[in-house]
């Protein structure tokens, strides 16, 4: 069985800012921590969800998925990257 390659940092994009801006402090906490979840331990969203927080996973789970197998596989995802302001986001950001 193949092991999974557990991601070091992830490329964070705008659209995920502009997300977490429009939910209240506590469920943007939540989001965030969901994305990061999500990144660096492979967990899907188990939590129950408010319809808002439900609406912005849909719109961004893809994304996210897309985005985390062609970094998995060390591939640039210029797709996304082209079309949006974007950095570098690794636990050290976050203090873990």
């Known amino acids: 069985m193949e ?3 557990q991601q070091k940092q992830f490329t964070f994009y705008e659209l995920y800012e502009d997300i977490l801006n429009c939910l209240n402090d ?3 906490g939540k989001m965030a921590h969901r994305i990061c979840a999500y990144e660096f331990e ?9 319809d808002e927080e439900k609406f ?11 985005v985390k197998d ?4 060390n591939k640039i995802p210029k797709k996304y ?4 302001k974007h950095f570098t986001f690794s636990p050290s950001i976050t203090g873990q």
């Open 3 to 5: 092991q999974q390659k």
């Open 26 to 28: 506590t469920q943007a």
């Open 42 to 50: 492979d967990v899907e969203p188990t939590q129950e969800m408010t």
């Open 56 to 66: 912005y996973w849909e719109n961004i789970s893809e994304m996210l998925r897309e």
């Open 70 to 73: 062609l970094e998995k596989e």
């Open 81 to 84: 990257n082209y079309k949006s």
